[in-house]
């Protein structure tokens, strides 16, 4: 059976100022590489101002966790000096499905690059530990579209599991569930038990 994994509880935003720079620590637990770009776009964009934003994240490329997913950049900070330790700090946690963006304004002192590694390392740790971490088991996304007459049935079972799902009503009513690795295969079994085999699953 899949293990469970670290990360973090919730998102979080740490803040603090060296030398007139202010840093600010943004960190959120993630499911999928594409939610992590998005994490690290949705930063940039609301912080546009900033002097820079510096991305890093650990995210299972598949839901066994056989293949993590690292990236890391430096937006224009020197080569080496903010991405990476950003990332360090992930992967000496050992956290995973975690995405973080540093955010500067530069304050008009340089730190130095051994100043920017300890400050980007910081606002990491210190983000982290805002939001808090927890075990994980792995989830994988089930999508589910029927006709409106097996969407209530289809709903009921996803409520009675307790699982997190999103529900879009369109010409269809499509379900985007976020359920466990290890009891996807019979949540599918059941719905189409329950649907009669009506239900399409992705």
Known sequence: MTETYRTVADAATATFVVQGSEFLGHVRPVDAVD?????????????DDATHNVPAYRVRADPD???LREYSSDDGE???SAGKPALNVLAQQDL?????????????????VGG???????????AVEEAGIVE???????????EYDDSGTVRSILESEALEFDADYEAEVT????VPVAE???LRDRLRSATSGRADLA
């Open 78 to 80: 020197p080569s080496g």
């Open 116 to 126: 920017l590694v300890r400050a980007y390392s910081r606002a990491v740790k210190e």
């Open 175 to 178: 379900f985007e569930v976020r």
């Open 35 to 47: 939610a992590a770009e998005s994490f690290v776009e949705s930063v940039a964009a609301e912080y």
């Open 136 to 146: 994980q088991q792995p989830h994988e996304r089930v999508r589910v579209t029927v």
């Open 96 to 112: 995973e499905n975690c995405a973080v963006v540093v955010t500067r304004y530069y304050g008009g002192t340089n730190l130095g």
């Open 65 to 67: 966790g056989e293949f």
């Open 184 to 186: 996807a295969e019979a």
